[in-house]
């Protein structure tokens, strides 16, 4: 059987070379792809202003990817919702929604599951089962943005998975996300999160995308970032944070640190003192994470006291530093852990 063209996963300029070798007009291509990623319609039935016989030609040679969804949650403490999605190969993923003041932002996953192993993450137990399409990632917003029926102003990738492991279909997703015949949303507001895979930061730094960049922490040193974040056996601190710099020096953008607070773990002054040294030489803003405490794993948020110390510590030094404030932890709030239930409901 010849495969089916992926026509979600088509950019414009793709879509528009396909529709031309057609032999069709060239606004159409427009016009189908303000269907899918404008109108976010999923149905190729639907696009009323397309010819019947060119409509029957898109079912016969493509075929367009449908995201169902599995379960939605509300949280009743803040404006969060979870969303579990089923692929059509039958998995199951996860991203959330969130409204703020300033806009509503979708944190949505870049993997089936994660291979990277990071010790106190409910999204990496079970592996890695595959990578998402660019279009997969699109559909997760496209249809969060059709349940709540508002805008998604904001995008941060950093739910299961890790970008920077499935490079070239997320720098389509951010293409593609940014693009103004789709949502148009701006590249300044799409945040994307990296435990470090050091020639991927340089190669995102060289394509030179506006997007913010995080890099996950967690460690200030080569020995104790290693045992949280398995990846640090491959890519060590220093290089690391020459990546960081390099992204910063080339794309003119502030890098953002996130460290996960762990009590007993990397919670102390030297900790504080070390992660102030490392802010200052790349210039870059400090979001503390309190760990979210998994089953499986063994990790304690520190207490609030702590947490506030160590946060004074580094503004006392002139750091730029936030708190990530925990959303929908009556929903499973935390990474992957929605996810990892449904999987268990299923598997056990
Ligand atoms: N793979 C990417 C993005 C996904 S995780 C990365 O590693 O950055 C997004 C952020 O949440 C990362 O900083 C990650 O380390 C953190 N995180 C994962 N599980 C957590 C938990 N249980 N508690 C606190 N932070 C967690």
């Given at each position: 059987m010849i495969e089916k063209i992926d026509l979600g996963n088509l950019d414009y300029e793709e879509l528009n070379k396909l529709i031309l070798s057609w032999n069709?007009?060239?606004?159409r291509g427009k016009q189908i792809y303000e269907w899918i990623h404008k109108k976010l319609v999923s149905n190729i039935d639907d696009f009323s202003n397309i010819s019947k016989e060119l409509r029957e030609k898109l079912k016969e040679e493509t075929h367009l990817t449908k995201l169902e969804k599995h379960t939605v949650l509300h949280s009743k403490k803040d404006k969060t919702n979870k969303y579990l999605f089923q692929l059509e190969d039958g998995n199951i993923i996860e991203s959330v929604w969130m409204k703020y003041d300033y806009g509503n932002s979708v944190c949505i996953s870049s993997?089936?599951?994660?291979?990277?192993?990071?010790?106190?993450?409910?999204?990496?137990?079970?592996?890695?089962?595959r990578n998402l399409t660019a279009f997969e990632m699109l559909s997760e917003i496209y249809e969060i943005q059709k349940d709540t029926g508002e805008r998604v102003s904001n995008v941060v990738?950093?739910?299961?998975?890790?970008p920077l492991d499935n490079f070239d279909e997320i720098v389509k997703f951010i293409k593609m996300l940014s693009d103004e015949h789709g949502?148009?949303?701006?590249?300044?507001?799409i945040t994307l999160s990296t435990c470090g895979i050091v020639p991927n930061i340089i190669r995102l730094a060289d394509l030179k995308l506006p997007i913010t960049f995080a890099l996950s922490?967690?460690?200030?040193?080569q020995e104790k970032r290693k045992k949280v974040l398995p990846v640090a056996n491959k890519y060590h601190l220093p290089e690391v944070i020459d990546a960081c710099r390099y992204y910063s020096d080339t794309t003119g953008r502030r890098v953002s640190l996130e460290y996960s607070l762990i009590d007993g773990k990397n919670d102390t002054k030297e900790d504080a003192d070390e992660l102030i040294k490392i802010a200052k030489k790349i210039k870059a803003h400090i979001n503390l994470i309190p760990v979210n405490p998994i089953e499986e794993r063994d990790f304690k948020k520190p207490d609030k006291t702590k947490i506030e110390k160590f946060k004074n510590e580094l503004e006392k030094n002139g750091i730029n530093v936030t708190i990530r404030k925990e959303r929908g932890s009556d929903i499973?709030?935390?990474?992957g852990q929605l996810r990892l239930g449904a999987m268990k409901e299923r598997y056990t």
């Amino acid at each position: 059987m010849i495969e089916k063209i992926d026509l979600g996963n088509l950019d414009y300029e793709e879509l528009n070379k396909l529709i031309l070798s057609w032999n069709e007009k060239s606004f159409r291509g427009k016009q189908i792809y303000e269907w899918i990623h404008k109108k976010l319609v999923s149905n190729i039935d639907d696009f009323s202003n397309i010819s019947k016989e060119l409509r029957e030609k898109l079912k016969e040679e493509t075929h367009l990817t449908k995201l169902e969804k599995h379960t939605v949650l509300h949280s009743k403490k803040d404006k969060t919702n979870k969303y579990l999605f089923q692929l059509e190969d039958g998995n199951i993923i996860e991203s959330v929604w969130m409204k703020y003041d300033y806009g509503n932002s979708v944190c949505i996953s870049s993997q089936v599951g994660c291979r990277m192993g990071c010790k106190f993450c409910a999204s990496t137990i079970g592996g890695l089962k595959r990578n998402l399409t660019a279009f997969e990632m699109l559909s997760e917003i496209y249809e969060i943005q059709k349940d709540t029926g508002e805008r998604v102003s904001n995008v941060v990738i950093m739910g299961t998975g890790e970008p920077l492991d499935n490079f070239d279909e997320i720098v389509k997703f951010i293409k593609m996300l940014s693009d103004e015949h789709g949502l148009n949303i701006s590249t300044r507001n799409i945040t994307l999160s990296t435990c470090g895979i050091v020639p991927n930061i340089i190669r995102l730094a060289d394509l030179k995308l506006p997007i913010t960049f995080a890099l996950s922490l967690h460690g200030t040193t080569q020995e104790k970032r290693k045992k949280v974040l398995p990846v640090a056996n491959k890519y060590h601190l220093p290089e690391v944070i020459d990546a960081c710099r390099y992204y910063s020096d080339t794309t003119g953008r502030r890098v953002s640190l996130e460290y996960s607070l762990i009590d007993g773990k990397n919670d102390t002054k030297e900790d504080a003192d070390e992660l102030i040294k490392i802010a200052k030489k790349i210039k870059a803003h400090i979001n503390l994470i309190p760990v979210n405490p998994i089953e499986e794993r063994d990790f304690k948020k520190p207490d609030k006291t702590k947490i506030e110390k160590f946060k004074n510590e580094l503004e006392k030094n002139g750091i730029n530093v936030t708190i990530r404030k925990e959303r929908g932890s009556d929903i499973n709030g935390a990474c992957g852990q929605l996810r990892l239930g449904a999987m268990k409901e299923r598997y056990t």
